[in-house]
């Protein structure tokens, strides 16, 4: 059977070595593909754009309901990358048992640093405090599904004397438990061939026919619970302190099931009722539909006429859409193995293009014939396939010119920003480093090195002869979200107004340029300091 080795000679270029060459694989380093490298870069940069300019171009965020934008690629990317990248940290397991607590450590690393970045314990970077409210904190009941997978792999390695703590769950706690699912099924089908793989797809499949299966009884399972749940009516409370509605108690009209709507959908169901409606994120992406804002895309007042549940809160990372986020790093693993298993550059883009184009026309199709829409917070079949797709295509798209062509060095920022993939997300995406900048301030913490901060007094309708066509034309470009009826803070970044907004004239440009050259560019720069220096940060 080939395998991939890693050449010395020319860095991270893929050769071809014998499994049964026993010598070179003793020698052989530790596997390192650029291509994988720089769309895991590519992944972080566009998180950051999206997070950063979203605002200011609404095919840039995410998408209210159903569709697809820019933003909605992310997350599968990323789970799409994880699966790949498994089979290459699996390439050879000498000891099951050590595998399986290599898994869990990562996982609960992953666990770790979601609840510290991303549960509400870090406030960067607008404010220089930190800490959550226990009672509205987002969790989810997904990890006690984790909890259990541990805790059963521990029993069986007679790991009884560890003890592992329980956090919560978003970004990087559905990375985390996808790659629980996904690597300890690698762990326990791994296969080791003595011979060459037999030529024809089927073998690939064939190969691990197990993992289909599972990916198979996911799908059914979620499908099941997804169509076949009853929704009843339910209530809400608004929490939302500058709203004129707080603490309003409303109930919304379902008694329906099979329904994919904001309202009277199985997923928020489920969450309502495991996870409790106070640990739900309180500004759902609904929020700027048509439905409710005549503002929609952007972010705006509710609608006279909006129904009640516009004000509602519901999980975008919940317990049935992660269960289905599982799919597209199943996905990403079959990709891997395909890299592992498959020897020329010509069979494996072959395999990864022409199932890349049919996933994604199978999810269009689906969308397309309404028969399961593109929804990312529901995480439905149609975006696995659209998504899974996209991301097969732009990968062998990265690996046609990089590894096979050897274009590397036009997309040297992205793979050193992929191989410091963890610090460029803590200290960019998370604004860990931004609010660093901003706790050094001269006399008041309003001025600090590189912004300012006006607050806006409070607006009401019945106190203001303006008409909403005036205001909505006046705030429509920014990305400062201006409620009618209450207190905000608007934080303008210096560099941004005086270098960049000011330069070209424009706020929508200005901002994304700023976001490319001040954010994304000088992280690629500051990646590779450290990639020099050999310093990255793994988990």
């Known amino acids: 059977m080939p395998e991939i080795k890693a050449d010395i000679a020319s860095d991270h270029r893929l050769t071809i070595a014998d499994v049964n060459d026993i010598s070179a694989q003793k020698s052989d380093p530790k ?4 291509s ?15 997070d950063d300019a979203g605002g200011e171009w609404p095919r840039i965020g995410h998408a209210p309901w159903n569709g697809c934008n820019l933003a909605d690629f992310v997350m599968p990317f990323f789970l799409f990358i994880v699966g790949m990248a498994i089979p290459l940290a699996f390439k050879r397991i000498t000891s099951r048992p050590d595998a399986v607590k290599k898994v869990i450590v990562r996982t609960l690393k992953l666990l770790f640093w979601g609840i510290i970045l991303q549960g509400g314990f870090s406030h960067a970077p607008d404010k220089l405090t930190y800490g959550v409210d226990m ?14 997978l541990i805790l ?11 003890n592992y703590a329980v956090t919560w769950f978003f970004f990087l706690q559905r990375i985390a438990f996808a790659y629980l699912v996904v690597a300890l099924m690698e762990v326990f089908t791994k296969k080791e ?13 064939k190969l691990y026919s197990s993992q289909w299966l599972m990916g198979a009884c996911i799908l059914v399972i979620y499908l099941a619970a ?3 749940t009853h929704v009843p009516n339910w209530q809400f409370t608004v929490q939302d302190r500058d709203s004129a509605d707080y603490g309003k108690v409303f109930t919304v009209e379902c008694a329906v099931r099979g329904k994919l709507d904001p309202p009277c959908n199985a997923v928020g169901f489920i969450d309502r009722k495991i996870l409790g409606i106070n640990h739900m994120y309180q500004h759902p992406a609904w929020k700027r539909s048509e439905a409710c804002t005549d503002n929609s895309p952007y972010e705006g ?5 909006a129904p009640s549940w516009c004000k509602a809160p519901f999980e975008p990372e919940g317990i049935l859409s992660s269960i289905s986020a599982v799919l597209s790093t199943i996905i990403g693993v079959h990709f891997g193995h395909v890299l592992v298993y498959m020897g020329s550059h010509g069979a494996r883009l072959k395999h990864w293009i022409v199932m890349g184009f049919a996933l994604l026309i199978l999810g269009l199709v689906l969308h397309f014939t309404h028969a399961i829409p593109l929804n990312k917070q529901l995480y439905t079949f149609s975006y696995v396939c659209v998504t899974s797709g996209a991301a097969a295509l732009v990968f062998s ?6 590894d096979v062509w050897g274009w590397k060095c036009m997309f040297q920022p992205l793979a050193w920003i992929g191989m410091n993939a963890m610090l460029v997300y803590v200290m960019a995406a998370e604004g860990i480093f931004a609010g660093f900048i901003n706790g050094w301030y001269y006399n008041d913490p309003h001025n600090t090195l590189v912004s300012f901060h006006r607050t806006l007094s409070r607006f009401h309708l019945s106190s203001f002869q303006i008409s909403y066509q005036t205001f909505r034309h006046k705030v429509h470009g920014s990305t400062l979200v201006c409620w009618l009826n209450s207190t905000h803070l608007l934080q303008i970044y210096w560099i941004q107004k005086h270098i960049f907004i000011g330069v070209w004239h424009s706020q929508r440009v200005g901002i994304l340029l700023y976001v490319i050259f001040a954010e994304i560019l000088f992280w690629g720069m500051v990646a590779g300091i450290f990639h020099r220096l050999e310093i990255y940060w793994k988990l």
């Open 152 to 162: 059963t792999c521990m029993h069986y390695l007679g790991c009884q004397k560890y």
């Open 301 to 305: 007042p509710f609608r006279t006429s």
């Open 31 to 34: 596997i390192r593909v650029a």
């Open 397 to 402: 798209s990265i690996y046609a010119l990089v």
């Open 193 to 205: 061939l003595t011979e060459e793989l037999p030529p024809g797809w089927p073998s690939i499949f």
């Open 135 to 148: 009672k509205k904190i987002r969790w989810c009941g997904i990890l006690q599904v984790v909890l259990v």
């Open 226 to 228: 997804i169509y076949g």
């Open 36 to 50: 994988l490298d720089i769309f895991r870069g590519l992944t972080v940069a566009l998180m950051i754009l999206v």
